[in-house]
């Protein structure tokens, strides 16, 4: 089986907040789920966030390649 992933570790990548609010960073995690009969795959990204005392993953469905095509998605 082969799974082509949109965004690869290292991508930059751009996502709209609940509160509307615009962020960036980088992927730093990839992780990937298959279910049944492999038809149904689901591909979660991660970065990296730093909490009160610890790092952490947030992990994303999707993302947006640059923050003009965020934009242009409102």
Do not use: P
């Not at 980088?26 to 492999?38: E, L, M, P, Q, Y």
């Not at 689901?42 to 790092?55: A, E, N």
């Amino acid at each position: 089986m082969t799974i082509e992933t949109k965004y690869n570790i290292g991508d930059e990548v751009w996502w709209k907040e609940k509160d509307n609010s615009i962020h960036n960073d980088f992927v730093s995690a990839i992780r990937i789920r298959v279910f049944g009969d492999n038809k149904n795959i689901g591909i979660q990204y991660g970065v990296l966030r730093k909490g009160f005392d610890d790092i952490y993953y947030e992990w994303f469905w999707d993302f947006y390649s640059t923050k003009e095509e965020l934009i242009k998605s409102l």
